[in-house]
């Protein structure tokens, strides 16, 4: 078994989750310790800018400004985050095998063959002398496939022996939201859905400054205005067969500014719950529970309104099944560490359309 760390600084941009695993690459022996960083209102600015900074880029190595800026933001947090990590856990640095440093999407154009996370990963492994793996989704959109999601050979682990029959989906809720539809050991099928936490993120952060709806309370509040609810799943998004993915501005605003702030963050939620139950429409069979992770998890509102639309299918957060669903994405990176390092497959045909399953991520040394 390899000790690993894996690293997220995901689409919501309000923080770094670092967490420990111990793995073989097929199963998880042991979940160790987990450190959440969350982002100043500075930082998010800094990581905001290369975002729109970026979306004119061409060259996926390229570093105006404000992409550099962000990179060594990105690079100094991680590496202070797993440094914290560590000194939790009570280990030393060279008792871990590998780190899993997924860095910060700031551009995701798979049809343009295009995908950017920024951080140093060369850096970082210099600095902590522990290996790193990173750029996980380069290989993937260079073969033509989707490069997102990646996580779901680490969930189909998580299910691996449970005692509950099938089939199961996991819901991803972070900036974007994405499915892992599980059955057994066959392959797993997964795609974003459309829009996560994003959309409601915006509306908090540019009428009351504040970077999330606590818990879903506004929404709770709020009237969802279906004729938008119904006009936002025109999108042509929704029309595309899977494998598909997103790029966080697709879905980052949408026209709600006639709306008061409860009534547009429950429109956002419809929205984005709706476009989640859209997902049965490409499943082979009717799934049987539901499990859902990420930020959206801690959003009252929206876990009340899939148990709502998905029923009679039995649906609980992470917690309920006794994962943590903050760590999940962090610990599915350290996952795919030790299967890059082996040589494993890290996606597959059914998850982001790459023609065979292949493996991927760039290993560097200290």
């Not at 496939?145 to 969930?155: C, E």
């Not at 760590?327 to 390092?341: C, D, K, N, P, T």
Request: proline share 7%; hydrophobic share 45%; glycine share 10%.
């Amino acid at each position: 078994m390899a000790v690993a760390i894996g690293t997220m600084s995901g689409t919501s941009m309000d923080g770094v989750d670092v967490a420990l695993i111990e793995t073989d690459g097929e199963t998880v022996s042991r979940f160790g310790a987990y450190v959440s960083r969350a982002y100043t209102p500075t930082e998010r600015h800094i990581l905001r800018s290369a975002v729109t900074a970026a979306q004119d880029l061409i060259d996926r190595a390229a570093r105006p400004p404000a992409l550099a800026e962000a990179e060594k933001l990105v690079t100094e947090t991680h590496l202070k985050a797993i440094d914290a990590l560590i000194q939790q856990a009570g280990i030393h640095h060279h008792e871990v095998d590998v780190v899993g440093f997924h860095g910060q999407t700031v551009l995701h154009r798979p049809e343009r063959r295009l995908t950017v996370q920024i951080g140093d990963g060369p850096l970082l492994a210099k600095r902590l002398h522990i290996p790193v793996v990173y750029d996980f989704r380069a290989a993937d959109v260079a073969a033509g496939g989707q490069g997102a999601p990646l996580v779901p050979v680490f969930h189909r682990a998580l299910l691996r022996g449970s005692p509950e029959a099938g089939p199961v989906v996991v819901i991803n809720i972070g900036g974007v939201a994405n499915v892992t539809y599980i059955d057994g050991e066959e392959e797993p099928i997964a795609f974003d859905t459309g829009p996560g936490n994003a959309p409601m993120d915006e509306l908090m952060m540019s009428r009351s400054g504040k970077p999330m709806d606590e818990g879903g309370a506004l929404a709770a509040a709020g009237k969802a205005d279906e004729a938008l609810v119904a006009a936002a799943l025109q999108h042509s998004f929704f029309k595309l067969p899977p494998p598909k993915s997103l790029d966080r501005a697709d879905f980052a605003r949408f026209d709600l500014n006639t709306l008061s702030l409860p009534d547009a963050l429950a429109t956002a939620a419809g929205i984005i719950v709706s476009s989640i139950v859209l997902s049965k429409q490409h499943f082979p069979k009717e799934p049987k529970r539901w499990i859902i992770a990420g930020g959206g998890a801690r959003n009252l509102t929206l876990v009340k309104m899939l148990r709502e639309k998905l029923a009679p299918a039995k649906v609980q957060t992470a917690e309920e099944v006794g994962w943590r669903s903050s760590a999940i994405e962090a610990q599915g990176f350290a996952f795919l560490a030790v299967r890059s390092l082996q040589g494993l497959a890290l996606s597959f045909p059914k998850t982001t359309g790459v023609p065979t399953p292949m493996t991927g991520g760039v290993l560097v040394s200290p």
